[in-house]
């Protein structure tokens, strides 16, 4: 389809798929606009390309609910975007299953793609180019590889194994039991956001929330990489063997502190206090697990995500 309105396209498999386009592409529908997506499923050797607004399922503008939707291909299929043109680069919106879900209050639950993506400058995510504000997404899974090959260092972070960024600018961008097992590569050496399951906010001066797991992501979550603890606001940390159990302890990591921390039995009071509420533990040793440079600062608390 081009464009499909309102009604529902439900219950239908595509397998084996070549199509290029500029701007709007993908095997479903270039642009699926207010259509609900039900049980659909792109499969077999799939190749995709255009400028912009790309994707494996759908193009650009999904103002409806999709339910489970499946991009299950071969390894040498993949999703390509390239928003180049001349000296210029334009925003890419690509994702491998749609390149740009609207704003509004949607759903997109149990969504899964092995597809691998590429797209040349920025919003290049696993599923989605764009998490937009308003939406949930819910049993997300990306297994393929995600890739920037031509981004200044400005928006090198917006990539991720969900979404490629996420719209800060209005409701919150809700996110739950979603998993990205590829890798995120970079034309320009960057620590991805929130691990890389999603890429950076959209706007710099945003208020928006992202919530991910029921926690909520604080807008600096910068540098959390694979490995080690992810930034989230939320009072004290009177949970963190919990968050800690089986985990591999990272570094330099920005949690909350209201009061001192009770661990293993233990009370460990923040040392090094400086007028402006930051403090510094020089070492926490615990249940056989280590944090070094742990930095307090009253904004967020940490719990590492798979």
Same mark, same amino acid.
């Given at each position: 389809?081009?464009? *499909?309105?309102?009604?529902?396209?439900?219950?239908?498999?595509?397998?084996?798929?070549?199509?290029?386009?500029?701007?709007?592409?993908?095997?479903?529908?270039?642009?699926?606009?207010? @259509?609900?997506?039900?049980?659909?499923?792109?499969?077999? /050797?799939?190749?995709?390309?255009?400028?912009? +607004?790309? &994707?494996?399922?759908?193009?650009?503008?999904?103002?409806?609910?999709? *339910?489970?939707?499946?991009?299950?291909?071969?390894?040498?299929?993949?999703?390509?975007?390239? @928003?180049?043109?001349?000296?210029?680069?334009?925003?890419?919106?690509?994702?491998?299953?749609?390149?740009?879900?609207?704003?509004?209050?949607?759903?997109?639950?149990? %969504?899964? @793609?092995?597809?691998?993506?590429?797209?040349?400058?920025?919003?290049?995510?696993?599923?989605?180019?764009?998490? /937009?504000?308003?939406?949930?997404?819910?049993?997300?899974?990306?297994?393929?590889?995600?890739?920037?090959?031509?981004?200044?260092?400005?928006?090198?972070?917006?990539?991720?194994?969900?979404?490629?960024?996420?719209?800060?600018?209005?409701?919150?961008?809700?996110?739950?039991?979603?998993?990205?097992? &590829?890798?995120?590569?970079?034309? %320009?050496?960057?620590?991805? +956001?929130?691990?890389?399951?999603?890429?950076?906010?959209?706007?710099?001066?945003?208020?928006?929330?992202? %919530? %991910?797991?029921?926690?909520?992501?604080?807008?600096?979550?910068?540098?959390?990489?694979?490995?080690?603890?992810?930034?989230?606001?939320?009072?004290?940390?009177?949970?963190?063997?919990?968050?800690?159990?089986?985990?591999?302890?990272?570094?330099?990591?920005?949690?909350?502190?209201?009061?001192?921390?009770?661990?293993?039995?233990?009370?460990? *009071?923040?040392?090094?206090? /400086?007028?402006?509420?930051?403090?510094?533990?020089?070492?926490?040793?615990?249940?056989? /697990?280590?944090?070094?440079?742990? *930095?307090?600062?009253?904004?967020?608390?940490?719990?590492?995500?798979?």
């Amino acid at each position: 389809f081009g464009r *499909t309105n309102d009604g529902e396209i439900k219950n239908l498999v595509v397998e084996n798929a070549k199509v290029s386009g500029y701007l709007n592409v993908a095997v479903v529908a270039g642009t699926p606009y207010t @259509s609900k997506y039900t049980n659909i499923t792109v499969q077999g /050797h799939v190749e995709i390309n255009g400028f912009s +607004y790309v &994707g494996a399922v759908g193009g650009k503008s999904a103002y409806a609910d999709w *339910t489970n939707i499946t991009v299950n291909v071969d390894e040498t299929s993949y999703v390509n975007a390239n @928003s180049i043109e001349g000296s210029k680069a334009y925003r890419t919106y690509v994702g491998g299953v749609c390149g740009f879900n609207g704003e509004g209050g949607h759903s997109f639950k149990n %969504i899964t @793609s092995n597809i691998d993506v590429k797209g040349s400058t920025c919003d290049v995510g696993g599923l989605f180019g764009i998490a /937009h504000y308003g939406n949930q997404f819910e049993n997300c899974s990306c297994s393929g590889d995600v890739e920037i090959y031509a981004a200044e260092a400005e928006v090198a972070q917006e990539i991720g194994g969900i979404a490629g960024v996420w719209n800060n600018g209005g409701a919150d961008v809700v996110f739950t039991n979603c998993t990205f097992t &590829g890798t995120l590569k970079t034309n %320009i050496a960057v620590d991805f +956001y929130y691990g890389g399951l999603v890429g950076k906010p959209y706007s710099k001066t945003g208020t928006g929330k992202l %919530i %991910i797991d029921g926690y909520e992501m604080v807008a600096n979550g910068v540098g959390m990489k694979d490995g080690e603890y992810y930034v989230f606001n939320a009072n004290g940390l009177a949970t963190l063997n919990t968050m800690m159990s089986n985990k591999t302890a990272g570094k330099n990591i920005v949690v909350n502190l209201n009061d001192d921390i009770n661990f293993e039995g233990k009370t460990w *009071t923040p040392v090094d206090s /400086h007028a402006d509420t930051t403090f510094s533990f020089k070492e926490l040793n615990g249940n056989g /697990h280590t944090i070094y440079n742990l *930095t307090i600062d009253g904004q967020a608390m940490f719990k590492r995500f798979a």
